[in-house]
């Protein structure tokens, strides 16, 4: 009988290669597809499931990995390109999964629509941003995903199903890192397209953090403006006031043309590129104990030139050119309104703002003698969301009242997730040193010992072991997760 797999489009592609962003993670699937349409993608699903098979699905595998494995099949989005928009719904976009948001930002501007935030990169596909979570930074608005209203999804039985808010399965499919089938297409609600005129000054991070973690002035300075994000340069200052942070803050705008780059900036990029490359190299392999130093030197490279101020796109002024390869782990946690602190009891300890308080202990760590010795690289990258508007089950930005021991798990208003992303370079492509993996334990350790703290799912991170898991999310959906998902995988 002839191999139903003869009859795709595109056939299947044995050991191709595959490696990410950061070249961290390198696998070669047993086979690689590139569906047409649901129908071919539904076509693989159903084969695998007769031959055993796992399958993933895989955007533009930027992701640190391990997410795929080389005994699986691997469905590549890139034939799901297309953009719909449906004549009763003015700030809806239909977006295939396999369009990265450089290409979907562009066009979503040309019917007059922007997504209220996007994240720092814009290499990242439409079904991965859906399956992520990504992330910007905006205490007023939740993560990228939550702007998803609805999408398509090819379920393990083949069968393709569209699905909306409200549903299990929809709940269950954001940001559940293709668990639950592979989506094809995503339906976005967007905002009339808008500008960022964003300013760019030096502060002292310490100047936001209290001794009780209270989190009210680093809360307010999230809140400061719409978009508001942080670069935290860890190095010997003047003096105790000393500015060691670059605070960026954006407000809307009518929609400016697009950037028109001069023709030198590329250039500049790559020379730029090149000195960070042989600077970073020497601290990071040669002489460590002077990475405070070098940090201190590219804080004021960059500090010596603000205030600057610049109106651009907001997609353009959200995202950002990420240099070269880097090896990063990204966790929230807890930033609570500060009017409401959550009720401390007998059995919970937690400070009035996790967030805060996680933040104060790693700066103190990073200007310790120990942290000085890891020479850790800068900036560690501080963003904000909301946490409300989505409610995936397994989301890092999903309500956490009842993990602050709050009455009745209550949520509140204005509560934020504050995102810590600590980023290490990558020079030459060499591998990381140890002393930096010591490093993101340390991190890891601080973080999973407060409550309403999780892990970035498509960032590297150490295993979630089930405790935690049940303990971070709450158990009820972590088994609400699971049910949906068993009841699809019959
Ligand atoms: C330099 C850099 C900067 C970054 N900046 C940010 C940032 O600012 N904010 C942020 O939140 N993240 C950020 N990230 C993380 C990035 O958003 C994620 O790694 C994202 O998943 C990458 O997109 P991708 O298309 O390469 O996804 P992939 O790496 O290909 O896939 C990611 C996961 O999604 C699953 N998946 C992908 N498509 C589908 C689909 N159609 N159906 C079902 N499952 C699917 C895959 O199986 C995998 O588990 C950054 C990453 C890098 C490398």
């Known amino acids: 009988m ?17 490696r990410n962003w950061s070249a961290t993670y390198n696998c070669a699937p047993s086979l690689f597809f590139a569906p047409v349409s649901n129908q071919e993608v539904a076509l693989v699903l159903t084969e695998a499931a007769k031959r055993g098979k796992k399958v993933r699905a895989v955007g533009l595998h930027n992701s640190p990995g391990p997410v795929w494995h080389s005994d699986e099949w691997l469905v590549s989005m890139r034939n799901f390109k297309q953009a719909r928009f449906e004549a009763g719904k003015p700030r809806h976009a239909i977006l295939g999964a396999g369009l990265s948001l450089r290409e979907a930002n562009p066009i979503l501007a040309s019917h007059g629509l922007s997504l209220p935030t996007v994240g720092s990169l814009p290499d990242v596909t439409v079904g991965a941003c859906f399956c992520g979570p990504d992330h910007g930074s905006s205490a007023f608005h939740p993560i990228v995903t939550a702007s998803a209203k609805a999408c398509t999804i090819v379920l393990p039985s083949g069968e393709i199903r569209r699905i909306a808010v409200g549903e299990d399965l929809f709940r269950a499919a954001g940001v559940g890192l293709g668990a639950l089938g592979i989506v094809t297409e995503v339906e976005f609600e967007c905002d009339e397209a808008f500008g960022l005129e964003f300013t760019m000054t030096r502060i002292r991070l310490e100047d936001y953090l209290d001794d009780n973690d209270s989190g009210k002035k680093l809360f307010e300075l999230a809140r400061s403006e719409e978009y508001v994000k942080l670069w935290y340069y860890p190095c010997p200052t003047w003096s105790p006031s000393s500015p060691n942070t670059v605070l960026w803050r954006a407000k809307r705008t009518p929609m400016p043309p697009p950037r028109k780059e001069h023709w030198s900036v590329p250039y500049t990029a790559k020379l730029m590129h090149i000195l960070h490359g042989l600077a970073y190299f020497t601290t990071t392999y040669l002489f460590p104990a002077l990475q405070p130093y070098l940090n201190w030197i590219m804080f004021w490279l960059l500090a010596s030139s603000l205030p600057k101020t610049q109106t651009l796109r907001s997609y353009e002024a959200q995202t950002m050119d990420c240099g070269y390869a880097q090896l990063v782990d990204e966790w929230c946690a807890a930033l609570p309104a500060p009017s409401s602190p959550p009720s401390v009891t007998s059995s919970s300890k937690s400070p009035a703002s996790p967030g805060a308080a996680i933040l104060r202990r790693l700066v103190a760590y990073l200007n310790s003698r120990e942290g000085r010795s890891i020479g850790m690289h800068a900036p560690v990258e501080l963003r904000f969301s909301l946490n409300r508007g ?12 009842r993990l602050l021991g709050r009455e009745g798990g209550r949520d509140e208003e204005n509560d934020l997730m504050l995102w810590i992303e600590p980023i290490i370079y990558r020079p030459l492509n060499l591998p990381t040193p140890a002393r930096f993996y010591r490093f993101t334990h340390f991190l890891e350790d601080l973080l999973r010992s407060y409550p309403a703290s999780r892990p970035h799912w498509t960032k590297a991170h150490f295993p979630t072991p089930e405790r935690e898991l049940l303990r971070m999310w709450d158990a009820e959906r972590v088994e609400a997760f699971r049910r949906v998902r068993k009841e699809q995988a019959r």
């Open 2 to 18: 002839a191999d139903p797999l003869a009859t795709l489009t595109h056939p299947p592609v044995p050991k191709s290669k595959l």
């Open 390 to 401: 989505e409610d995936f089950y397994l989301s890092p930005g999903a309500p956490y009242g």
